[in-house]
């Protein structure tokens, strides 16, 4: 059943009206409208901010972007009580990283079916300390196999990188297979 949460909850307050029905124009599941609408009522939000979020999931959505991600840090954010503009400097990053991942993924395998996954996995390793040229170094060195591989190496990758290896020493055993 499609709850309407954000229909009754975006009446009562006529900042968000909007801003949900861009977002939900944009591409923004009524799943995310509502667990943002919710968090944003759980956690007596502002309605300044939380149209704010909800016009920047929508901005992201609209470039074809996961929405599912910034939600999830949207309440991650509220539940830990991190101040309003913390959240929406996260939520500008992340939203950057989910950026560059998506022109990374594009380069090597928009076409595939993972393509969609691939950004928000390829974003969440930018995070944990890859650079676009590592990962372009991946994609580059076996170019003929599937974006799921992609994914495993550059997560091995990660893995080795934060453990400590150098990246051309991480980069060989990668490649090595």
């Not at 709850?3 to 968000?16: D, F, G, T, Y």
């Not at 959505?61 to 996961?66: E, F, K, S, V």
């Not at 390793?125 to 550059?154: D, K, S």
Request: hydrophobic share 45%.
């Amino acid at each position: 059943m499609q709850c309407c949460l954000s229909a009754v909850w975006a009446k009562e307050n006529r900042a968000i009206v909007d801003v949900v029905q861009g977002a939900r124009t944009a591409g923004v599941s009524e799943n995310d409208l509502n667990r943002m609408l919710t968090a944003g009522y759980r956690y007596t939000v502002a309605e300044k901010d939380l149209a704010l979020w909800i016009e920047s999931v929508g901005t992201a959505a609209a470039q074809a972007l996961p929405a599912t991600p910034l939600v999830d840090k949207l309440e991650e954010g509220l539940s830990k009580k991190v101040p309003s503009r913390r959240i929406s400097e996260v939520l500008a990053q992340q939203i950057e990283q989910l950026r560059s991942a998506d022109r990374l993924v594009k380069e090597f395998g928009g076409r595939d079916p993972m393509a969609p996954a691939a950004v928000t996995r390829t974003a969440d390793l930018l995070a944990a300390g890859l650079t676009p040229e590592e990962v372009r170094q991946v994609f580059n060195t076996a170019p003929a196999i599937g974006i799921a591989e992609h994914m495993e190496a550059l997560t091995f990758y990660a893995v080795l990188k934060q453990a400590g290896m150098p990246s051309d020493a991480s980069q060989k055993v990668v490649t090595a297979g």
